[in-house]
């Protein structure tokens, strides 16, 4: 009854930007927890960015000072701006929310950083 639409993934190289969103959609009663994850294949899935539904924010250190995490609760909208990208940051990258125990994902965009 919850949908995550991830968008903005691509090809970039080091050092430069990326902007993705997720939209929220369906049953949704109030402002939800958020986050991001990404995951490469044959590995857990590791959180990125978190944002809670008062706007605390927390981050991964290997994304500390790079990457910002921000929500647009009028739109049900969460965003991951990534600055200064490195290889590493090759994943699959998830959004997430939170209901209580319960947990919605969405089905992830491709962020590639390479040279």
């Known amino acids: 009854q919850v949908q995550l639409v991830e968008s903005g993934g691509g090809l970039v190289q080091p050092g430069g930007s990326l902007r993705l969103s997720c939209a929220a959609s369906?049953?949704?009663?109030?402002?939800?927890?958020m986050g991001w994850y990404r995951q490469t294949p044959g590995k857990e899935r590791e959180l990125v960015a978190d944002i809670t539904r008062g706007g605390s924010t927390s981050y991964a250190d290997s994304v500390k000072g790079r990457f910002t995490i921000s929500r647009d609760n009028a739109k049900n909208t969460v965003h991951l701006q990534m600055n200064s990208l490195k290889p590493e940051d090759t994943a699959v990258y998830y959004c997430?929310?939170?209901?209580?125990?319960?947990?919605?994902w969405g089905r992830g965009t491709q962020v590639t950083v390479s040279s």
């Open positions: 997430n929310l939170r209901m209580g125990t319960r947990q919605y």
């Open positions: 369906g049953s949704i009663f109030s402002i939800r927890d």
